[in-house]
Every structure is written in structure tokens, then in C-alpha cells.
């Protein structure tokens, strides 16, 4: 099915490392994505796993410490597609693409608003950037956008500071200043992931009514697999930098082929399930992206490793029909279990 | 806002009253008292003062009683009347030696301050946002010379120089030619060619001090969420510097005036006193050597005054800056 669909968002061999003391770390080490319209893809995996580096590439927002050092971004919006990561970083279309095209969400929405300007000067601001709107209609439209994303009484709330509103309130106030210019992508960044069970719920169901009322495309971040479940057409596992696993929800989670995702599914408790027992981990920790194991990154914490084989060359991607993949020498090419 | 402003107003009353208390303090702390002073000095030059002056004085003083007393008739003289009591070596009430010196005390110190923030503002943004670039490195080791160097040193290489190359002494305000003269164009640029000289002597420190807060401030603002936030959203990089990160490092700046007054004020002591200027400094260290204890503290309690009301403008300044301050007990 995804075939006869067109990709909107295509990266491809994209990598970003870091220069820190201790040397170069590869935190996105060859990662391909596509985002289609109007669909949901979840990247899920373990923090620093480059899930979160891999969104901020795409709006050219990794800080001064990393670069992106090879791949490709391709934005198939409305007119000829191009690769973001050519684009000049000061210039127009960056700046349009950013907010415009590609409206962003972030893990902590107070630290994500500036304490010292009131929501609606925020708001306002990036509407009258991407719009061209006068102050007036500028003001009036911010309100009806905090109304849309559910904040009460967004009359008077837009003079409110950030301080002076809980994270679930400044979770949607950055909902409306994403979505205030009509992107055809949302990026979001674990937006709930700060955010107590309740809201996290609500703001969901929030992202989820826009989705489908703006008819955009969602990429989604998240360490929480009850979320993928919730939201995601498209699931990417990611592991040490690389996409090990891609399915559609469904698939995934009824069958899981990468070692990595079937670990990651038996860890999440089941009501009823596991009364009793400890809950499943995975053994070892994530490690070092300085020190990458060799062969496959994660095959000293796999419990199907082939000793001589995973240690010692990467394994290559299988193409299982379908938009299914995975990084697994268990698989031949065909896609049989080898 | 009003309440905002009452609280501070308490405060300041407060700190106030308690630099007072240890001002009077000093002033009582050496042997004897101001009139049994006068009397041995007029005693030395073979004057004797009648049984009837001392008693009028130890009233007007109020020199009999306990310490509490006569820090209550001291207090009361002050905030009743004025009268901050006689300098012993000046033989003048303590008000006419200080109101001429107070005006000019305030002036240097205030165009130095509105000098120091116009150079350290722009140079410390620039070596935040061009961190690690040649120029940040240059106004860091500038920076790092001016705080370590201390500002006499500075006033006597002024000096060192301008004897060798320009064989006089840049000293006062003015030039003799213009001193006494009534204020035109010709005796104002006249003292904007003598003002700078102090201005750089005791601005300095202050600038470097400045330059490394706003640099350091920046720098923790350049990184926060929101920043990457507000250029996610399309802000372009004039606006949302200005808009963004310096709004938040400008909270300090403006903190700054509380202690770089005081900070002014000391510096113009020793720097006062090798300069010659007509400011309080170079009184305040004779009436020290002296001995002149009302002199003394009353000019302690007078930069106190200013000191504290520097820092009230400050407080009053970051709370229409910052909302957070503003509105922070009415959440």
C-alpha cells in the first residue's frame, strides 16, 4: 500500500555525530526514513538511540558541537523536491520550511517557551512570520488556534506567561504555534513524554484530532511503545543510530523480526500477565556509541547472536515486501527465516 | 506592581536602618567623643572652651546617655533635621563639606556606569555569539587584564604616562583656567577632556566584570530548549537573538547596577585621591586618617544611601523586565 503512496519526507543514508573529548560520536550512524502524507510514523528505541538527533536534522537543528556529515533530506512538498540539508542555513527557504512546512514539537513545553513573553506574543510572532498577518488579525486568529487545541478561555490566557500555565496547557500552546502556519508535517519530539499519564492521554487524542483534521503527517518520537500502539501507521525501531526494524503497527506488533523489537515487546508489562514474575529486560545496556560493537551493534545483548557471524560483519538490511524491514542475519534476502 | 514596589520600599527601609546602626557603631568606636576631641585640640593651640560651650554641644549631640540614646538622638538629628552633625577637621557642619563633593561623586559614577554598560553590552554579546572566534578570545584576555589589574595601578601608569609624553599630571576635573568659571560650551569640553581619564581608571574593572556576565549568561541561554524551539518555528536569527536569549541575559545586566555602584563609589576612594578629583573619595580617606568620625560616617552612611537606592532602581527595573519577578508572589 505504501508503495502507491508518495513519500513527503525522504531521508536517506543520513548521518550526524557529535565532537566531544572523548572523540566523535555517531549518534545517527546511516539512517533511512520516509514520511508519507498524511500518515504516522513512530520512531521508537532507548534514549540515545538518535531518534530525537534524527528529527532535529531534519530542521537543520543540531547544535554547534554536531554535524551532518553525510545523507540526504528530501521535501517532496508542494513543487520540486529538494534536499534540505542543501539549503543555505540562513536562508529564506529554511526559514519557511521551519514552522512553515514542518511545524516541531518538544519534550519539555515550558523550557520550550521563553518565560519572559506571554504565549500569544509567541504565537503571534511565528503566525505574522509564516502568514503575513496584521497584528490585529494576527491576535485574533491566535485565539481562535488556542481554542482549536483546547485551552479554556483563550481570551484572556493568551496575555499569560508560560509560568503561569501548567505543561499541559504550554504542551498545547506549542501545538498551536506548530501548527498555527498549516504544516504538512508535524515533527514531535516525546512531547508527552514530560507530561503526567492524564495529560499525556489528552494531548494525544489532541494530536490525534488535528491529524486528522489538517490532514498532515505525523512524525512521532517516543520511547513508549503504549504510544506507538496508539498512534503509528508506520513503526522505525532504532538502535544505536540505525533503523533496525520497520512495519506497519499492526505487523509489528503481532510480529516482530528484529531480536531487538521482540526484546523490546516481551519488556512492556501486561496487566494480569505478569503478576508474580519479574518483568522480562534486556540484559547489558546500550552502549558506548564511542566503542560500537563490532558486527552488528546489538548482538552482545541478543539472545539469538550466532557467534561468528553477528560479531564480526554488519548484517544487511532484508526487504520483507510491504514496507517491512529489518537488520538481522536470521532472515535471508528473500526474507525467510534463514 | 504597587506591591511589588511597597516591598522592595520596606526592605530597602530595613537594610537602611541597619547600615545605621553599624555606621553609628564606628563612629563611637574610637576613645573619647567629638566635643572631649574639640577640647583637647583647642586645648593644643592654647584656646580653652568655656564650661558653658561644652555642655551646649554634649546637647546638641546629645552626647549624654547611653549608646542607645545617643544613637536615637543621632538617628532623629539625621531624618528630622538633616544635620549629620560637625566635621571635626573641616570645623564646618558635616553637610556643607559633603554637598559640594556629592553631586560630582554622582556624576562620575553614573557616567561611568552608562559607559561601562555601552562597552560592555555590545562586547560581551559579540564574544557569546562568536564564541571561540579571535575576537571573543581578544575581549576574553582584555577582560581577564582589566579585573585583574587594580584600578590605582592603572591611574598611576595614566599618570606615569602623561608626565612623560605629555609633561603634566591629568588631575580634577577641570583645568585652573576653567574651574571658577560659569558653565559654557568651552568649560564643558574641557571637562569631557578631564573626564575620561577617571571614566577608564575606575570603569575597567566594571566593564570586564560586565562583559564576563553577559558572556557567560548568553551562553547558558544560547543553549536552552527554547531557543532551538523558537528557530524551529522559523524565527530568523537578528529577532531571535534579541528576542529570545538576550531578553533573558539582560536580567543580570540590569541586577548589575545594585553592585557595580558601590563598586564605583570605592573605586573613586583610592582613585579620588591620586587623581585629585572634587568627589567623596579623597575626603572620606582624610576624615579617616583624622580621625573625623562624624565626617567619616556620614559619608559612609550618604554612599550607603545611594548604594541602596541603586539597588531599589535595579529591583524595580528587572521586575518590569521580568514577569516571572513581577507576578511571582501572585501565582
Known amino acids: 500500500m505504501e508503495q502507491t503512496l508518495k513519500p513527503l519526507l525522504e531521508i536517506s543514508g543520513l548521518r550526524t555525530s557529535f565532537d566531544t573529548f572523548d572523540g566523535k560520536v555517531r549518534a545517527v550512524d546511516g539512517v533511512d526514513l520516509e514520511v508519507y502524507a498524511g500518515r504516522t510514523l513512530c520512531v521508537v528505541g532507548e534514549s540515545g538511540c538518535g531518534k530525537s538527533v534524527t528529527a532535529r536534522s531534519i530542521l537543520r537543528l543540531v547544535e554547534d558541537s554536531g554535524s551532518i556529515d553525510a545523507g540526504s533530506i528530501t521535501w517532496h512538498g508542494d513543487g520540486e523536491p529538494f534536499d534540505i540539508l542543501s539549503l543555505d542555513p540562513r536562508g529564506k527557504r529554511l526559514q519557511r520550511l521551519r514552522g512553515g512546512d514542518i511545524g516541531m514539537i518538544f519534550q519539555e513545553p515550558a523550557a520550550s517557551l521563553l518565560p519572559l513573553r506571554t504565549i500569544g506574543a509567541q504565537l503571534i510572532e511565528t503566525l505574522r512570520i509564516h502568514t503575513g498577518l496584521d497584528k490585529r488579525a494576527a491576535r485574533a486568529r491566535a485565539v481562535e488556534l488556542l481554542d482549536a487545541v483546547g485551552i479554556p478561555d483563550p481570551k484572556r490566557r493568551i496575555d499569560a506567561y508560560p509560568f503561569q500555565l501548567s505543561g499541559g496547557m504550554c504542551q498545547r500552546a506549542m501545538i498551536a504555534i506548530a501548527l498555527c502556519a498549516n504544516p504538512s508535517l508535524l515533527i514531535a519530539d516525546e512531547p508527552t513524554t514530560a507530561l503526567d499519564v492524564t495529560t499525556q492521554a489528552r494531548i494525544l487524542d489532541l494530536l490525534r484530532d488535528l491529524q486528522a483534521e489538517h490532514r498532515m503527517a505525523v512524525m512521532f518520537i517516543t520511547h513508549d511503545l503504549g504510544v506507538v500502539a496508539e498512534l503509528a501507521d508506520e513503526v522505525a525501531v532504532m538502535y544505536l543510530g540505525r533503523v533496525v526494524e520497520r512495519a506497519p503497527v499492526d505487523e509489528l506488533f503481532a510480529d516482530p523480526k528484529h531480536p531487538y523489537t521482540k526484546a523490546l515487546l516481551a519488556s512492556v508489562p501486561v496487566l494480569g500477565r505478569d503478576r508474580g514474575r519479574d518483568l522480562p529486560t534486556i540484559p547489558g545496556t546500550v552502549p558506548n556509541p564511542l566503542h560500537r560493537p563490532s558486527g552488528c551493534s546489538f548482538h552482545p545483548r541478543c539472545a539469538e547472536a550466532v557467534a561468528g557471524k553477528c560479531d564480526i560483519d554488519a548484517p544487511t538490511e532484508v526487504d520483507f515486501g510491504g514496507g517491512r524491514t529489518a537488520e538481522c542475519v536470521l532472515y535471508d534476502t528473500e526474507g525467510a527465516r534463514a | ?331
Open chain 2, 1 to 331: 506592581m504597587l506591591r511589588y514596589l511597597g516591598r522592595r520600599a520596606l526592605y530597602m527601609a530595613a537594610t537602611l536602618l541597619a547600615i545605621s546602626l553599624v555606621v553609628f557603631v564606628i563612629i563611637n568606636l574610637p576613645p573619647g567623643d567629638y566635643v572631649t576631641a574639640l577640647q583637647s585640640r583647642y586645648a593644643a593651640q592654647g584656646q580653652g572652651l568655656t564650661v558653658q560651650d561644652i555642655e551646649n554641644l554634649r546637647v546638641r549631640y546629645g552626647l549624654d546617655g547611653n549608646l542607645l540614646q545617643q544613637y536615637w538622638h543621632w538617628f532623629t538629628q539625621i531624618v528630622l533635621h538633616g544635620d549629620l552633625g560637625m566635621s571635626f577637621e573641616h570645623e564646618k557642619p558635616v553637610s556643607q563639606v559633603i554637598a559640594p563633593r556629592l553631586g560630582w561623586t554622582i556624576a562620575v559614577s553614573l557616567i561611568t556606569l552608562l559607559v561601562t554598560w555601552a562597552l560592555a553590552f555590545p562586547i560581551g554579546v559579540y564574544s557569546a555569539v562568536k564564541q571561540h572566534s579571535v575576537g571573543d578570545y581578544a575581549a576574553t584576555t582584555v577582560g581577564f587584564l582589566g579585573l585583574a589589574t587594580p584600578n590605582f595601578l592603572i591611574a598611576l601608569v595614566f599618570i606615569y604616562f602623561s608626565v612623560t609624553w605629555f609633561g603634566s599630571v591629568p588631575s580634577g576635573l577641570c583645568s585652573p583656567e576653567w574651574c571658577d568659571a560659569s558653565w559654557n560650551l568651552g568649560k564643558l569640553l574641557d571637562l569631557l577632556g578631564h573626564l575620561w581619564i577617571p571614566m577608564i581608571v575606575i570603569g575597567t574593572g566594571g566593564v570586564a566584570g560586565l562583559v564576563r556576565i553577559i558572556r557567560n549568561n548568553l551562553l547558558d541561554e544560547l543553549r536552552r530548549p527554547y531557543v532551538t524551539a523558537a528557530r524551529a518555528r522559523g524565527v530568523p536569527e537578528g529577532p531571535l537573538l534579541r528576542r529570545y536569549p538576550l531578553r533573558v541575559a539582560l536580567n543580570p545586566f540590569v541586577s548589575t547596577i545594585g553592585w557595580i555602584l558601590p563598586l564605583l563609589l570605592v573605586g573613586d576612594i583610592v582613585v579620588g585621591q591620586i587623581l585629585s578629583l572634587p568627589t567623596l573619595g579623597p575626603i572620606l580617606l582624610g576624615s579617616l586618617k583624622s580621625q573625623d568620625m562624624y565626617l567619616a560616617g556620614s559619608i559612609i552612611m550618604v554612599l550607603s544611601v545611594v548604594t541602596v537606592i541603586g539597588t531599589l532602581i535595579s529591583d524595580l527595573l528587572l521586575g518590569w523586565l521580568d514577569p516571572r519577578i513581577r507576578l511571582g508572589h501572585q501565582r
